[in-house]
Structures are given as structure tokens and as C-alpha cells.
């Protein structure tokens, strides 16, 4: 019996510890932490060559969402706990309600705008008889970022809901059907969603590199790709289409059939 009332002793300290002492501290070198990977993103993802790319501009996007809910969400609840200032968020009932809905809004729309870049992946490797090749046009760009918006706050309306109607505690009186919603819309469907694209994107290169084209009279060779993502000129083409640039679609099955010496038919 001493034993184990020992053993939970010790069990609530380490509790008290990580949570008091731990999570604070961790919390700062994730704010650290994320501060230099948003940097480092504008760094790569602004050069002239990258910038008008559309896969870029969301994985750009995702990044500057991310930043924005580490320094609204994620350091005010650092400051509260080290130095004790009291949290603005509960300070009113519109102001919790609001909390609420953005520690929800931020994360997912981050990941839906890395969903974009998968997809936007995924239509580069369609050929141009596809009709999801037309999400590869520019003006597509905001169009689909506002519609990754309006899903992201549909699917975050069940936070404010849940929470307390009670500024100063500005909690969730149904925290487990919040954590049940939370854990199925950013922990299940969002990655799910994101790994079905990656496989159809992983299944359309794979059947562009079985492809064959004729070499000769009696050789065969594999071709190069179905398409690639071009945005400058429709003649660079190679096995740079694994890791496409550009923003439409060229479809490479007019490529000109090559013989092993290097001379095209």
C-alpha cells in the first residue's frame, strides 16, 4: 500500500514538473525553432525563380499561416505562464470565442495550403487531356486559396461552439467531443486526403516512366514523362520532371522519339 501510494507520488511530481518547468520551456524553442524555419522559407521560397511558382507560393502560404498562429496562439500562452500576465484572450466572451476558432482556423488552413502544393504536384503529373491540369493556371492560385479558407473555417465552427460561455474560464465544457472532432479532422482526414494524392502523384510518374516509346527500328526505350511542368519554354525537357518548377503542363508524348545515339528521328 505504501508502495503505491509512493509511486503516485512520484507520478503527480513529474507530472507537476514537466508541466510547470518542461512545457513552458518547450514551448519558447518551438516559437525559436519556428521563427527560423519561416525565415528560411522566405529565403528559398522568394528567389526569382521560385516565386511565381504555384507549388511554392502555397508551401509560402502554409509557412506565413504557421507563423502567425505560433505568435497568436502558441507564445501568448508562454508569456501567461511564465511571467503571469493576464491572457487578453479572457478577457471577454467575443475574445474567447475568437480564440478558440483561430487555434483551430490557423493549423488547418496551414495544412490544407500544403494539400494545394500536393495537388498542384499531383496535376503536373497528369497529362494535358486531364481536366485537373487547369489548376495548374495562375489565376487559379487565389481562387483556390480562398476556397482552402472557407473549408478551414466551416470545419473550425465546432470550436467556438463547444467552449464554455464563461470568459474567465475559457475552456471547452464537451472536451471530448472537441478532442474526438480534433483528432478526426487534423489527425485523420487531412492526412489521409494528403497521402491519397501523393500515391496518385507516385502512380502517374511510375506509368510515365513504364511508358515506351520506339527507338530505331527494332529497340525499345522507356520515355521520359507523361508531362511536366512548364512555365518558360515547351522544349527543356528530361528526368528534371520528378521535381517540376513551373506552373502548366506540357504534355511530352509529341516528344520526339530518340535513338540511342543520341539523334532524334
Same mark, same amino acid.
Given at each position: 500500500?505504501?508502495?503505491?501510494?509512493?509511486?503516485? /507520488?512520484?507520478? +503527480?511530481?513529474?507530472?507537476?514538473?514537466? !508541466?510547470?518547468?518542461?512545457?513552458?520551456k518547450l514551448r519558447f524553442v518551438c516559437v525559436i525553432l519556428g521563427l527560423f524555419g519561416f525565415l528560411v522559407n522566405m529565403f528559398t521560397f522568394l528567389q526569382p525563380d521560385l516565386r511565381s511558382n504555384a507549388?511554392?507560393?502555397?508551401?509560402?502560404?502554409?509557412?506565413?499561416?504557421?507563423?502567425?498562429?505560433? /505568435?497568436?496562439? +502558441?507564445?501568448?500562452?508562454?508569456?501567461? !505562464?511564465?511571467?503571469?500576465?493576464?491572457?487578453?484572450?479572457?478577457?471577454?466572451f467575443t475574445?474567447?470565442?475568437?480564440?478558440?476558432?483561430?487555434?483551430n482556423f490557423f493549423p488547418q488552413l496551414a495544412t490544407n495550403l500544403l494539400l494545394l502544393s500536393i495537388i498542384d504536384r499531383y496535376a503536373c503529373s497528369?497529362?494535358?487531356t486531364s481536366w485537373i491540369t487547369r489548376l495548374n493556371q495562375y489565376k487559379m492560385i487565389p481562387r483556390l486559396i480562398a476556397m482552402m479558407v472557407i473549408i478551414s473555417g466551416i470545419f473550425s465552427i465546432y470550436a467556438p461552439i463547444f467552449g464554455t460561455d464563461i470568459p474567465q474560464i475559457c475552456g471547452f465544457h464537451e472536451k471530448e467531443i472537441y478532442g474526438v472532432l480534433t483528432i478526426l479532422i487534423n489527425g485523420v482526414l487531412q492526412p489521409i486526403v494528403m497521402l491519397l494524392f501523393v500515391l496518385l502523384t507516385y502512380r502517374n510518374v511510375r506509368q510515365s516512366r513504364q511508358r515506351v516509346v520506339r527507338c530505331g527500328n527494332k529497340d525499345?526505350?522507356?520515355?521520359?514523362?507523361?508531362?511536366?511542368?512548364?512555365?518558360?519554354?515547351?522544349?527543356?525537357?528530361?528526368?528534371?520532371?520528378?521535381?517540376?518548377?513551373?506552373?502548366?503542363?506540357?504534355?511530352?508524348?509529341?516528344?520526339?522519339?530518340?535513338?540511342?545515339?543520341?539523334?532524334?528521328?
Open positions: 500500500m505504501t508502495d503505491q501510494l509512493t509511486g503516485r /507520488y512520484r507520478s +503527480i511530481n513529474t507530472f507537476l514538473f514537466l !508541466s510547470s518547468e518542461v512545457l513552458p507549388c511554392c507560393i502555397y508551401t509560402l502560404s502554409s509557412s506565413v499561416i504557421d507563423i502567425i498562429h505560433l /505568435y497568436v496562439n +502558441i507564445f501568448p500562452n508562454y508569456i501567461v !505562464s511564465q511571467y503571469h500576465i493576464l491572457n487578453p484572450w479572457i478577457q471577454s475574445l474567447c470565442k475568437l480564440h478558440y476558432f483561430l487555434y497528369c497529362g494535358l525499345w526505350c522507356p520515355a521520359v514523362s507523361a508531362s511536366v511542368c512548364n512555365n518558360d519554354n515547351h522544349s527543356s525537357f528530361g528526368y528534371g520532371f520528378l521535381f517540376p518548377t513551373m506552373d502548366d503542363c506540357t504534355d511530352l508524348y509529341s516528344v520526339p522519339q530518340f535513338e540511342f545515339n543520341g539523334t532524334s528521328r
